[in-house]
């Protein structure tokens, strides 16, 4: 069983940066595809970011694109996701998953078996 466990959320104005950080356990880590979800209240859970195996292929919402960015470090079975410019529209819960076995940069949360407790961001305008 993977465990994960996200860090880094908070309160922060818009126009401000944060990182967010997910600790990953229970199976060799740089063999996990990985990615970043959100939910807002009264929204589905949505697609930010993903990432393979090494780290060599990323993709992103239309939403974020330009402004986060997800990497990986192997050696800390450790994935991130930078957010810089915020708006306040990327306020939700983020959610860190590790995707089912031999899947990778998938967009579809039912891609992903493992999640999670979530963290709040919260950008205020």
């Known amino acids: 069983q993977v465990q994960l466990v996200e860090s880094g959320g908070g309160l922060v104005q818009a126009g401000g940066s944060l990182r967010l950080s997910c600790a990953v356990s229970?199976?060799?880590?740089?063999?996990?595809?990985m990615g970043w979800f959100r939910q807002a209240p009264g929204k589905e859970r949505e697609f930010v970011a993903a990432?393979?195996?090494?780290?060599?292929?990323?993709s992103y919402a239309d939403s974020v694109k330009g402004r986060f960015t997800i990497s990986r470090d192997n050696a800390k079975n450790t994935v991130f996701l930078q957010m810089n410019s915020l708006k306040h529209e990327d306020t939700a819960v983020y959610y860190c998953?590790?995707?089912?076995?031999?899947?990778?940069?998938?967009?579809?949360?039912?891609?992903?078996?493992?999640w999670g407790q979530g963290t709040q961001v919260t950008v205020s305008s």
């Open positions: 998953a590790a995707a089912t076995p031999g899947r990778t940069m998938a967009t579809t949360r039912y891609a992903y078996s493992n």
């Open positions: 990432i393979s195996w090494l780290g060599s292929m990323t």
């Open positions: 229970g199976r060799t880590f740089s063999t996990l595809g």
